[in-house]
């Protein structure tokens, strides 16, 4: 259902790769809430990928580019300035990859050129987005620049490596960036720290389906899916959030404020192989067998 949120804004989404990622869900939503659009990622993504499939059908220009090299970001906000006719209103940064997570190093075995790699490509490229856009003027007034990040960059996640490292880096670009854009030019920005969604890069992690299931289990709303984090990134984009910057934005059905929960404990219990896990168990309810949540 369409509310408008996003008529006759004009947008750019980074990292759209099939029809799993995020990105897709969001150039999506955007396009339903009134918006036009173009799409960009890397040359090889554009021949592996699907995404030329998702520009027909939105109807958006598809811009090639490598987000590490500030030349195709310039030409990116150039084409997409000249295909929508005018200044962008909004931009999704979606990008994130790890050669020490593909090939499987362990965080206190890291490939230092790869490590380099893993930050250029998931976080430094936002800095560079941020950069070019602003000499550029490339975003209109009140406009609003978000970026996907995970909680890894606040707390330890078993498997996510070096990626935790870029998204703490990529959330403190966002608030030390968001400061000056906001000052200068009016112009919000932000990161979503999303639940563990099951996307191309997602899937990467080590233990991903396990981690998905215990959040799964711990929030009490559940993990948020990709077309929940659409619909956020679209409020994100709209008026109605112009006074909201430099945050870091929990998106998680509430696993961020949560230490343990009913959920998770009897799973845990019941890993034990014996009977006292059972009896254990039945402490958590009451005489009449209710759920004792506190």
């Known amino acids: 259902m369409s509310h408008n949120l996003l008529k006759g804004k004009r947008g750019i989404v980074f990292g759209a790769l099939n029809n799993m990622s995020i990105a897709w869900k969001v150039a999506e939503r955007a396009v339903e809430e009134g918006a036009i659009i173009t799409l960009s990622n890397t040359p090889l993504a554009v021949r ?26 310039e030409n990116v906000f150039k084409e997409s ?31 230092y050129e790869m490590l380099s ?15 070019v856009a602003k000499k550029m003027e490339a975003i209109a007034d009140g406009g609003s620049i978000v970026a996907l990040s995970y909680m890894a960059a606040q707390r330890t996640i078993y498997g996510y490596n070096d990626m935790a490292d870029a998204k703490a880096m990529l959330e403190s670009i966002a608030r030390s960036f968001g400061y000056i854009y906001g000052r200068e030019h009016n112009v919000r920005v932000n990161t979503i720290s999303q639940s563990p969604t099951m996307t191309t890069a997602g899937s990467g992690v080590k233990g991903f389906d396990s981690l998905v299931d215990f959040s799964e289990r711990v929030a009490p709303l559940g993990n948020a899916t990709a077309d929940d984090c659409a ?14 910057t430099m945050q870091n934005l929990f998106h998680d059905g509430g696993f961020s404020s949560m230490g343990m929960s009913y959920r998770a ?4 219990l019941k890993s ?16 009449k067998g209710k759920i004792i949540y506190g």
């Open 117 to 131: 790699t893993t930050l250029d490509i998931s976080a430094i490229s936002f800095h560079k987005m941020l950069q």
């Open 231 to 244: 619909d956020y990134c679209v409020v994100m984009f709209s008026d109605l959030t112009r006074k909201v």
């Open 48 to 73: 592996m990928g699907t995404t030329q499939e998702l520009a027909d059908k939105l109807n958006a220009k598809l811009i090639p580019a490598d987000a590490t090299s500030v030349e195709d970001i």
């Open 81 to 111: 300035m000249e295909a929508l006719g005018g200044k962008i209103d909004f931009v999704l940064h979606s990008i994130g990859m790890s050669p020490n997570v593909r090939k499987k190093r362990t965080y206190d075995d890291l490939d």
């Open 265 to 268: 404990m009897e799973q845990y």
């Open 272 to 287: 034990f192989d014996c009977p006292e896990s059972d009896l254990k168990f039945k402490e958590f309810k009451d005489e």
